[in-house]
């Protein structure tokens, strides 16, 4: 069994900028695809980006040129770079390795 920790949410202003991280327990992390998801109160968990395990890489609309995900497979940790962050990006975040999932951290961003 697999182990996500993130890492990194917290109280932001609108405009400023957060990184998220999640540390895998598993020495196979590089083989995994990777991603990151988020859930708003009241609605479904949606995609936000995710790498595949071929490297190709997509992002939600909505965070396209302000979001980055990468991956350190020295440290068996993938990070989400979240700058201009807007109100409409709370959400708690969750990372994902293959079908496993970390256990989300809260993201508030104040207008």
């Known amino acids: 069994q697999v182990q996500l920790v993130e890492s990194g949410g917290g109280l932001v202003q609108a405009g400023g900028s957060l990184r998220l991280s999640c540390a895998a327990s598993?020495?196979?992390?590089?083989?995994?695809?990777i991603g990151w998801y988020r859930q708003a109160p009241g609605k479904q968990r949606e995609l936000v980006a995710r790498i595949s395990s071929g490297g190709f890489t997509i992002y939600a609309e909505s965070v396209k040129g302000r979001f980055t995900i990468s991956r350190d497979n020295a440290k068996n940790t993938h990070y989400l770079q979240m700058n201009s962050l807007k109100p409409e990006d709370t959400a708690v975040y969750y990372c994902?390795?293959?079908?496993?999932w970390g256990q989300g951290t809260q993201v508030t961003v104040s207008s």
């Open positions: 598993t020495s196979s992390f590089s083989t995994y695809a």
């Open positions: 994902a390795l293959g079908s496993f």
